[in-house]
């Protein structure tokens, strides 16, 4: 049935948007637009984005494309000196074309990666109506820009579950199939997917029957990996996907994905590499001291709690299901793929932060993988993404000179 | 020149003593036995150690050695309910000869892994004397009750780095080419391994003079890994080993093993499938974002700090030549062996605390190697142990229906 595949294109499930200036000021009233986020120029002419009494300048790390690494730097970066790929939806199909990427999923900057801005806003009506200003300009504008070549993801109010439902399914109902969540909601000040209150139980139901992904990208903690005080910088940014471990176990370990069959989670920027080390463990861990978890022994304070039936937890099985990873350069992920499962791997470029392969990801990623089989390679590139997503892109572009 | 390699044995580089009653009492004059550590009974006939006005009772799950799975429990166990192999080191021989393991190196159980609890002592003096009591009882009484079957570890005044050289000093002399150290000094409130103001220099160099081996076993920072504070005590206990990655990625980037050339660390109980991800993950970090780093840009109140060039940095050389690991059943970790480097792994069977495999230790370490070259598997199962802890073992003892 099939003809030959494809395997020229990937799709992207972990890029960045920078916020254009006009995204919250084009969409409130008039009255509104000194308090919604919007930019404003210092003496040396350096933008910066303004809101709830706040200023935030832009981190250069954070629009590197185009750059080398020897010229990457944290120190704030102009619009003006970005590539306009990093903000212009239309340049930014450009520079897919170019790397071989057909369809990008974006999450946001200036809202930070889960949306935490809204929820730390004094005013959290106002933050809301800025909130859902960003997840229609992420769908009616950025995404509508180029049809079939975005995946959008929409932000929720963290701090009011039921208000979060009611976003979820105005999003849905305009075509989203995914939302960004946090890591670990504690250090956000927020209560844990396992609260015993059942704080996120209405989101995860909603998301289950909307067949929303919940998309945790790395760092949408706020936490910064530390080993310890004066550890070498080096060694936490290598460290950061410790943080997506323990995500991973969290949510297996949640009973989530058994009381909502349909509840899927994407890992976004943790890499694959540390799975297959994790779920070995896992496993051993339920195999051999379960027995006394189970038993309600207190050991160091932890009450031997548990969210999940223990003896029907199929680690594997609830792994395959319901998780989600990806790779910019994972060679040893890619080399554990039997390990991890072929159907749980996407790919991802990180455009424009400072790990992205750009211009090169569409070669970078064949480099990893051109040994596998085509069909294989086809599920990393771009099916996995589609399926998980629901997501159909557009037919690959024909370039000129190609 | 050899003859056939004796695959039948196995060298364990991590497994685990209960002090024997009489460690302490028998070595202090009488007016100090009540205040060394010594044990009592509670009306329940329970026995529990007593020191610096504390009561320390054992864990069951130190000591499961002959209990079934089904069987653990955390609740504190009588030394007489104990197979006698925890604590008699004849009986341990015979427990290591039924399962193959021809020399175990044991971690301290009252003084916790890294004699924490002489440097938590009220009385520091006392505990100093308690300390080197320890380890003239390992080294004189443990170790040779078994020539040849035991490698010793001693432990260091933690609290005091002249003292702790002395200490080297001595043990060295009596034969030990190993001590004790703490994951991550930080938590125990001492200095980390990267103070500026060289706080271990002087333990770090007569390390390396002495050829002494940094042994550190996961958890001896009395660090308990918690994803959240209420995330599933499970979930939390499979995460132990993101504590290991820390401090391998602490000493690597640490510059230590280039002012220190000798200087070798063995992570104790941290199994090493997580390794292959992270030593990737180094040096693409150490490729990329180096430059703005060494800039001494600031990003996250980090400050850009390392303690090693940067420029000259090999991950992959210096982990190979100074950085070891070992396993109980990490199938992933021999999976990826040529990543990890057959000659930096060792094995290890945790006898008597939960995660042993005894009285199968032998056949379970087999089972997960016997797909490799024979002179590969002996590296695993002892040579990388004698070549690192500068051991002889005895010969494997020929056993009767053997």
Known sequence: MTSELNLDWLISVDDHVLEPPNVWVDRVPAKDRDRAPHMELDDKGMDFWVYDGKKFPSSGLSAVAGKSKEEFSPEP???????????????????????????????????????QLFYEASDRDFGLVCLKIYNDWMLDEWCAAAPGRYIPLVLIPLWDPQLAVKELERCAAKGATSFAFSENPEPLGLPTIHDPSGYWEPVMAAANDLEMVVSMHVGSSSQVPKIASNTPFMANLTWGAMRTSGTMLSWLFSGLFQRYPNLKIALSEGEVGWMPYYLERAEQVLDKQRYWVQRGATFMDHGGSTGVDLDTLDIRATFREHIFGCFIEDHHGIASLAEIGEDNIMCETDYPHSDSTWPNCIQTVRNIISHLPEQTQYKLLRGNAERLYRFTPAAPPVLAGA
């Not at 619009?79 to 990093?86: A, F, K, L, Q």
């Not at 170019?98 to 889960?114: E, H, K, N, Y």
């Open 77 to 115: 970066l102009a619009y003006s000196e970005m590539r306009p790929g990093c903000y212009d939806a239309a340049e930014r199909v450009k520079d897919m074309d170019r790397a071989g990427v057909l369809a990008s999923l974006c999450f946001p900057t200036l809202p930070r990666f889960c949306g």
